[in-house]
């Protein structure tokens, strides 16, 4: 099954920044959608980003808009979200996820993207 791989979560001030990472090895992220997503605990499963394969334009949800930023490293397969201005609402468990274009995750369709990864955990705290 394919798996994707995130990293770089962990507790942070409010205000502070992160900066998460998704990769694989299995094949090249560049032929896909990337999305981010997150699930706080007891909390339905939130869109937060995506970015398309074939133009790479983007689309952010409107609690994040200004605040985070997904981008990608063909070089180094991996698509990047760096997150300012941490709030204690952004806490949760991310995943990075991909699907052929970000149209389900325009219409709130996350149930259709095709594979995911493990998650990482991000905490804002004082």
């Known amino acids: 099954q394919v798996q994707l791989v995130e990293s770089g979560g962990g507790l942070v001030q409010p205000g502070g920044s992160l900066r998460l990472s998704c990769t694989t090895s299995?094949?090249?992220?560049?032929?896909?959608?990337i999305a981010w997503f997150r699930q706080a605990a007891g909390k339905e499963r939130e869109g937060v980003s995506c970015i398309n394969g074939m133009d790479g334009s983007s689309y952010y949800s409107d609690r994040v808009k200004g605040r985070f930023a997904i981008s990608r490293d063909a070089a180094k397969n991996t698509v990047f979200l760096q997150m300012n201005s941490l709030r204690g609402e952004d806490s949760a468990v991310y995943y990075c996820?991909?699907?052929?274009?970000?149209?389900?995750?325009?219409?709130?369709?996350?149930?259709?993207?095709?594979?995911w990864g493990q998650g990482t955990q991000v905490s804002v705290s004082s």
């Open positions: 996820a991909g699907d052929y274009t970000c149209t389900d995750f325009t219409y709130s369709h996350y149930e259709n993207f095709d594979f």
């Open positions: 299995e094949f090249s992220l560049a032929d896909y959608a």
